[in-house]
């Protein structure tokens, strides 16, 4: 019988090649340099979120309102839009969760340090 669980190591392999396949989808879309902190930040959200395609149908992360504001320089914008990634579908249901509401502020925190 074959054992489903993932151990650490497998763990580990599976989330790098899962990152490397984000920043590969999320590179194009920036327009401009992000510093460590907000390059982070994004990564998180679009590794959790999906990257989508630059289509013109809102809805992921590619034709995003935080994307736009990000790439005109408008950091203050663009932070303020990981608040609204804070929805899932429950029951068939759009609902508000309270772990991803964290998960955004903590996103956004990390979007906004600066870089030493």
């Not at 599976?14 to 590969?24: D, Q, S």
């Not at 999320?26 to 460590?36: D, E, G, M, S, V």
């Not at 992360?61 to 932070?79: C, M, P, R, V, Y």
Request: aromatic share 6%; net charge neutral.
């Amino acid at each position: 019988m074959h054992d489903p669980a993932i151990t650490e190591a497998r763990g580990d392999v599976l989330l790098t090649y899962g990152m490397m396949r984000v920043e590969k989808q999320l590179r194009p879309l920036l327009k401009r340099q992000p510093t460590a902190h907000q390059y982070a930040a994004i990564i998180s959200l679009t590794y959790n979120i999906g990257v989508g395609c630059h289509d013109g149908v809102k809805g992921d992360f590619a034709d995003s309102t935080l994307l736009n504001h990000f790439n005109a320089g408008d950091i203050e914008g663009a932070a303020a839009q990981f608040a609204a990634w804070n929805k899932a579908h429950e029951h068939g249901k759009v609902v508000v969760l309270d772990g991803l509401t964290k998960r955004r502020a903590i996103e956004r925190a990390l979007f906004l340090t600066p870089d030493k």
